[in-house]
């Protein structure tokens, strides 16, 4: 795959994996076919606009951070074919796995970012999105590591400007003290309130929402798993 998005080396640190098992010869043909047709190239300077990334103006445009391999975002895709939606996801095995999803659903409402969400976030015009999902995020457990973690205040800032007012930020986790610290940076976050009134609200999956495939692995072993909706507030 070439370098990323920008087409030049990486600004900033991305941590994790970028490469897991060495792809099928397939998979490979796949990536190199459609990966060029669902790209989204960031442009060197000035803001991108996301509708103009597909083929006709979108309703609205919904953003997925770190769709691993991509079913939830293919099915609400299918779901809502008039809805753009923008994945980004930096593991070339879970775009992999991504496009044959689109492939297999004929969808062309999904571009991709094959890189960190940051790049784009910053790219975004205010009030852009409609909705913004960071499903089970990883948790980065050890302390000293928790500077890793992408819900900080910076992040949320720039989410919460993001996002036209009125627009939901899901976030989802089956990490409790993870869980914690991101709902305390989003109560932190002036311009988001939090949506839940009860206790079911965040220990259910939301209505109308497929399930992802760390979530299925997650309640698999018995681990719980928390929901929280976030919507933008009319003034910031
Ligand atoms: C624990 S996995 C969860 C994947 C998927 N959301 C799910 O629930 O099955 C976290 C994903 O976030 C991606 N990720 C980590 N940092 C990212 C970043 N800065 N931008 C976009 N994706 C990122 C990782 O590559 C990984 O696929």
């Not at 779901?79 to 969808?107: K, M, T, W």
Request: glycine content about 8%; aromatic content about 8%; proline content about 8%.
């Amino acid at each position: 795959m070439p370098e990323n998005a920008t087409g030049g080396p990486a600004r900033r640190r991305l941590y994790g994996r970028k490469q897991g098992h060495r792809l099928r010869p397939a998979r490979r043909a796949l990536l190199a076919d459609m990966l060029e047709r669902v790209r989204i190239v960031l442009p060197e300077a000035g803001a991108l606009d996301p509708a103009a990334l597909f083929p006709t103006p979108p309703r609205e445009v919904w953003l997925e951070i770190g769709f691993g391999s991509g079913e939830h975002m293919a099915e609400l895709a299918a779901a809502h074919p008039d809805v753009g939606f923008i994945g980004c996801e930096p593991f070339v095995n879970g775009v992999s796995a991504a496009l044959g999803e689109i492939a297999r659903r004929g969808l062309a409402n999904v571009r991709i970012l094959d890189d960190d969400a940051r790049l784009l976030l910053e790219r975004l015009p205010d009030g852009a999105l409609e909705r913004v999902y960071l499903l089970f995020p990883d948790p980065w457990p050890k302390k000293r590591h928790h500077r890793r973690r992408f819900l900080d205040a910076a992040n949320l800032r720039l989410i919460a400007r993001l996002l036209r007012p009125g627009g939901l930020l899901q976030v989802a986790t089956d990490h409790m003290e993870c869980g914690r610290w991101m709902l305390a940076n989003a109560l932190r976050e002036p311009a988001l309130e939090w949506l839940a009134e009860r206790a079911a609200d965040w220990k259910a999956r939301p209505a109308g929402e497929p399930a992802t495939r760390y979530e299925g692995k997650a309640l698999g072993r018995g681990s719980p798993c928390h929901y929280f909706r976030f919507r933008r507030r009319q003034v910031a």
